[in-house]
């Protein structure tokens, strides 16, 4: 009798789901993170369950998307072709499309102490020009070793015209102990390939951890399996960009079967509301906050409005919902952590939430308190609006930004927790529109996990 | 839904619409401008007068399309062709109300040998390019057989009619399902709170007015500025500005300049459209050098000239309201062309530091005065020309020591393999960025050439020179000036 666990782990929400051979059941659990840690409810699951032993871990790793996005990984050390040491922060995204003063760019997630050039260099034709010294790579290993760094990126120009640089220090450094991550470019733009080597070795230190703490609690000495943008395959020692995409390949898995054609699903989540296609392949190229970057990723475009982002008011004296996303830390109002409105808390107003997956379950009642709120941001100086047009006002205004995203001429299609919701308020203000609901499980990704086969 | 909503939904369709361009504007056949999505300064003024002077001229239908790229038409400079395109499903009382889609198509640019735009390009005055759902061929192979016609002309020019139409499909869409009527009241009205919200943005202004002049063409031109902020009116006069043999700007190109300048210091997201640019008066003396009309070549005027505009005006207004001082960024964009003994053309400009606040340091390298930037793939540039790059990378200490440091500028390093041309503009006339209150100033912009011999030869402010193989040509851009003086234990230390 083999026992698969399937695992989902974002940044606020544990999904773990028991499949055996011996049983037609799966037993599945949803764990409120912020309340109950990672530890905490695994050892709750084995306990219940009365687990003894597990064949196979199959996990579907989204936190890292999350770190990612509040950039709270761990720089590595990144070694780069001299000359190029500000290159890929000098191409980082400018933060307003307006002009300013002073405008900024995207903060790097890169520690610039620790990029070093070196001296080698090879020609657009794989020629070598300049060969790599290995008294340089000693000495940077020294300084490396100094500074307590244990993953190292590896950037070097025309790495895919001639790999002997790349391979040579990717052999040096692991000899001595650190993991290397070799930019191995097979795109055009030398930056989407570093930045790949350098996120995976950004991530590493978080996945590492994850995974031994996962494995920690399991008992038996499972086989672990990770899904990523193109399947299910045996964990990877070292972190890799396509399992960013898991969640995006599971759902498409879930959904491709339902007669959609190219249409897309938008799936309204409790952490993320965004879009897919579920019959589109692969692209090479992952357009991330900082820029491409090289990675076989899934189409998967967040709406522009999300479940815990935050309410002001805007230029026009509108109550609308910001771009800074709060997540579950502290989170929404309605859950007694957070101190700002957010859509979730506007949606808790209305009576959805009570029936929602795990949160139901932590709702306060303070009403009241998210009412004022929402009411007292409203500034428009033509008129004061009565407390039920400030709501509704500002939840008409989410619904049509999700509106402007429909097609207006074919059925759109729902799933996620939040999924009848947004049907029945979209339908009540637009009811010519197609809408249909695949499916309101907050563990579709989950579901599908148990019939994954490794690739 | 309540009226700020409306504009709120109008605002989002607006941006959403133009999202897929690099520069684009939606413009009400009166010549308002409804959104103008800006990826420079010149963007910001030309964008009406393109869809005024293509209409006025070619009365544009549903989904007829207009090339241009005279600067005196609305255009930019040369390299920069725009789309104009007739929409007519706004619906009014009299029957549907027309509004033009402006977009702006980049091409590499060409630096041009001599001093007259046409040698900066083909001038192309507005022409019908696309009508009943075809291009028109004639005029594209017209325009495809001129020596200076850009490269990927075709498929550019082709991408945009593609984009534009997807825009108006868009709009056509999107207005249905804004759940109110798209109407030329809802316009008018939207405009209207435009203006107000700006003029009330303006409240925090302080009132006055300053007089600059900067000397620029070693001391033969004057740029002069009267600054005046008034309770509804933020004036920017000229008046006393003579012509240029270097700078020449269209009148909208300096309107554009002063519109980001004056946006800027607000410190808030302003919708740029007529009600907000409503609160903005220029004024330019005909044939000085911030309204050109002669033919002289414009690339520098419509860049750098528009960014030294901006500064000077930034200047003023940190006169004005010492709240908004702030040291002087970076100007040129220290521009370069090499054409090679093969044929190619390579083109590279570069980003600036930026000056210190009062609040923070100045950001290094980043042009303040665009959205869109060009910084290529190494790999790829190094594929497609005879050219080795041999760094890209921060200028270090150019920015001026301070409190806050200004941002430091970039050096870039590249070395011919094959021997070529070089063409070269840089506005250098500012040659050290001011620091302000004890902050030191910034380096200037610098472009230098040495030979495979190893003799290095420092250029001037512009010019053109022949470049043998294994030359290595070394650029510097300006780094921003300091605020604040370094406290003398720091220094001590």
Redesign the interface.
């Known amino acids: 009798m083999a026992n698969r666990l399937c695992l989902s782990v974002s940044e606020s929400f544990l999904q773990v789901g028991l499949s055996a051979d011996d049983s037609e059941q799966n037993h599945e659990r949803v764990y409120f993170l912020p309340k109950s840690p990672i530890a905490k409810s695994l050892q709750d699951f084995v306990g219940y369950h009365k687990i003894e032993s597990v064949d196979e871990v199959h996990m579907n790793l989204k936190s890292p998307l999350y770190l990612l996005r509040k950039q709270l990984g761990t720089p590595p050390a990144i070694l780069v072709t001299?000359?190029?040491?500000?290159?890929l922060n000098?191409?980082l995204p400018?933060l307003?499309?307006?002009?300013?003063?002073?405008?900024?760019?995207l903060h790097s997630p890169l520690d610039r102490d620790l990029v070093f050039g070196l001296n080698e260099r090879v020609?657009?034709n794989g020629e070598i020009?300049s060969a790599i010294d290995e008294s340089e790579l000693e000495f940077l290993t020294s300084k490396l070793k100094m500074t307590k760094v244990e993953d190292v990126a590896l950037c070097f120009?025309?790495s895919?015209k001639n790999t002997d640089h790349l391979n040579f220090a990717t052999e040096y450094f692991r000899e001595r102990g650190f993991r290397v991550f070799p930019a191995n470019?097979n795109v055009?733009?030398?930056?989407a390939a570093w930045w790949r080597a350098i996120l995976c070795a950004y991530l590493q230190p978080f996945y590492k951890e994850s995974c031994e703490q996962i494995l920690e609690l399991i008992p038996g000495q499972p086989q672990i399996s990770l899904s990523t943008s193109t399947g299910t395959q045996s964990a990877p020692d070292f972190f890799e960009l396509e399992s960013l995409f898991g969640e995006t390949y599971l759902l498409s898995k879930t959904f491709r079967a339902n007669p959609i054609d190219n249409q897309p699903v938008f799936y309204f989540g409790l952490e993320d509301f965004f879009s897919f296609l579920p019959n589109e392949e692969c692209d090479q190229l992952w357009q991330s906050q900082l820029g491409f970057v090289q990675a076989q990723a899934r189409n998967h475009k967040l709406l522009?409005i999300q479940p815990t982002q935050v309410f002001d008011s805007?230029?026009?004296?509108?109550v609308?919902l910001t771009n800074e996303n709060v997540g579950y830390e502290p989170g929404p109002m309605c859950l007694g952590r957070g101190i700002r409105p957010t859509l979730l808390d506007l949606i808790y107003l209305t009576g959805s939430l009570k029936d929602a997956p795990v949160l139901s379950d932590h709702l306060k009642k303070n009403t009241s308190r998210i009412k004022e709120a929402l009411v007292g941001l409203q500034e428009?100086p033509?008129?004061i609006?009565s407390e039920k047009?400030v709501l509704s006002?500002a939840l008409?205004?989410c619904l049509?930004?999700v509106?402007?995203n429909?097609n207006?001429d074919e059925k759109n299609f729902f799933a996620g927790p939040l999924a009848v919701f947004m049907h029945d308020r979209i339908r009540k203000?637009?009811p010519r529109?197609k809408l249909e609901i695949l499916d309101t499980e907050m563990t579709s990704a989950l579901k599908s996990l148990y019939s994954e086969d490794r690739t | 839904m309540n009226p700020s909503g409306q504009y709120t939904l109008l605002q989002q369709v607006f941006e959403s619409i133009l999202s897929d361009f690099v520069g684009a504007a939606i413009i009400d056949e009166s010549g308002r401008a409804l959104a103008i999505k800006s990826s420079d300064l010149v963007d910001l003024g030309s964008f009406p007068t393109a869809a005024e002077v293509s209409d006025k001229y070619m009365q544009l239908k549903h989904n007829e399309v207009v090339l241009l790229n005279d600067p005196h038409s609305g255009g930019s400079h040369l390299s920069s062709m725009t789309l104009v395109m007739g929409y007519e499903k706004l619906a009014s009382r009299s029957g549907n109300k027309k509004l033009l889609f402006c977009a702006r198509i980049p091409f590499r640019p060409v630096l041009g040998e001599g001093d007259t735009l046409d040698q900066e390009g083909i001038r192309i005055p507005p022409a019908p390019v696309f009508s009943d759902g075809n291009i028109n061929t004639e005029l594209m192979s017209a325009l495809l057989q001129h020596p200076l016609c850009p490269e990927h002309f075709k498929s550019y020019i082709e991408k945009g009619l593609e984009k534009l139409l997807k825009a108006s499909k868009s709009l056509e869409s999107q207005s249905s399902m804004l759940g109110f009527s798209f109407s030329d009241k809802l316009v008018n009205d939207y405009l209207d709170q435009s203006h107000k919200r700006c003029l009330k943005a303006l409240d925090d202004f302080s009132l006055g007015e300053t007089k600059l002049e900067q000397s620029l063409d070693a001391g033969k031109t004057k740029l002069a500025l009267h600054l005046t902020s008034e309770e509804k009116l933020i004036r920017f006069d000229f008046t006393g500005t003579t012509a240029s043999q270097t700078l020449h700007l269209t009148d909208n190109a300096t309107f554009g300049a002063c519109a980001g300048a004056l946006f800027s210091a607000l410190g808030l997201v302003v919708p740029k459209n007529h009600g907000s640019l409503q609160t903005i008066n220029v004024v330019t003396p005909k044939n000085s050098m911030v309204n050109s009309t002669a033919n002289k070549s414009m690339y520098l005027g419509m860049t750098d000239g528009t960014s030294l505009v901006a500064s000077l005006a930034l200047k003023a207004i940190g006169q004005i309201d010492p709240r908004k001082r702030l040291a002087q960024s970076g100007i040129s964009q220290c521009s370069i062309e090499l054409i090679f003994e093969d044929g190619k053309r390579y083109f590279d400009h570069n980003q600036m530091g930026l000056a210190a606040g009062p609040e923070q340091p100045g950001v290094d390298a980043l042009d303040p005065w665009k959205r869109s930037h060009l910084n290529p793939s190494i790999a790829q540039v190094e594929s497609r020309f005879p050219l080795k790059v041999l760094s890209h990378s921060l200028r270090q200490k150019s920015g001026g020591s301070g409190f806050n440091q200004g941002g430091d500028g970039v050096t870039r390093k590249l070395e011919t393999t094959q021997s070529s041309t070089m063409i070269w503009r840089i506005f250098d006339e500012w040659k050290k960025n001011e620091g302000i209150e004890g902050g030191k100033t910034g380096s200037g912009p610098e472009v230098a050439v040495t030979f495979s011999d190893g003799k290095s030869q420092s250029l001037g402010a512009s010019g053109k020179i022949e470049l043998p193989a294994g030359s290595v040509i070394t650029i510097h851009s300006a780094g921003g000036g300091g605020v604040g003086e370094i406290p003398k234990e720091t220094e001590d230390f």
């Open positions: 001299a000359g190029f040491e500000d290159w000098m191409n400018i307003h499309s307006d002009f300013r003063m002073q405008p900024k760019r020609s657009s020009i120009l025309h895919d470019q055009p733009d030398e930056k522009p805007n230029y026009w004296g509108s609308e428009d033509e008129r609006l047009d006002n008409e205004l049509r930004k509106i402007l429909l207006p203000i637009e529109l």
